[in-house]
């Protein structure tokens, strides 16, 4: 199976065009504002608007209120949402989009309890578990901690950079690869050199 990438975070629409034209499956777009890569209405607009075709707009959000949902909704043109904070399997179903629940992981998270709670979810995000931190925190947690098996496929997002990518992917097996602060510079502006070795060693595991 081809493992996925998706890079998360863009606040800059040249950077999400340079990720597209990498090959990325997915870009994400953050819609919380106290994140340092959170984006408004019009700067999101601007980077879908530029971005080639067949690449995935992905929006997150944190524990948000519908009405702001909705009116991001009605204004960019995105595939899927991202939902990281405490969000409950109905109201991640309000939008009638495919959606990716976020799992913030430590000891004693059931993940089978979990895809079983989040039936309608398109896959599951296992992202590191930081106190007071929803957006994600760049941390990387236990891979142990993952089962073999999942009934939702298994996003892994935490930590990842160009220098574990590819144990990630052994050790691992996951759908797809979600990477944001491994491929910066600084919060919110993408390297585009880490970008493309991220991709890369992707891609050549993805061969092997």
């Known amino acids: ?3 996925r990438v ?19 499956d997915a870009i994400g777009l953050v819609f919380y504002p106290p994140s340092p890569r959170n984006v408004d209405i019009d700067q999101a607009l601007a980077i879908v608007e530029a971005l080639p075709p067949f690449t995935s707009v992905i929006g997150l959000f944190v524990d948000e209120q519908e ?23 109905d109201a991640c179903e309000l939008y009638n989009k495919p959606y990716i629940k976020a799992i913030r992981m430590r000891e004693g998270v059931d993940i089978a309890d979990l895809a079983n709670r989040y039936s309608g979810a398109a896959g599951l995000l296992l992202d590191a578990y930081h106190p007071g931190v929803k ?5 990387r947690f236990d891979w142990d901690l993952i089962p073999q098996d999942c009934a939702k496929p298994i996003i892994l997002a935490g930590g990842l950079e160009p220098g574990n990518v590819r144990q990630a992917m052994e050790s691992v097996g996951p759908y797809a690869l979600d990477v944001s602060s491994g491929v910066e510079s600084e919060k919110g502006i993408k390297d585009a050199g880490k970008m493309a070795a991220f991709v890369r060693i992707i891609n050549e595991g993805n061969r092997s």
């Open 135 to 139: 957006g994600g925190s760049g941390n």
């Open 67 to 89: 009405a702001r949902i909705r009116e991001v909704l009605s204004r960019v043109p995105i595939d899927c949402l991202q939902f990281h904070g405490d969000e409950t399997p």
């Open 1 to 3: 199976m081809r493992t």
């Open 6 to 24: 998706k890079i998360c975070g863009f606040t800059r629409v040249n950077d999400a065009v340079r990720a597209a034209h990498l090959g990325v």
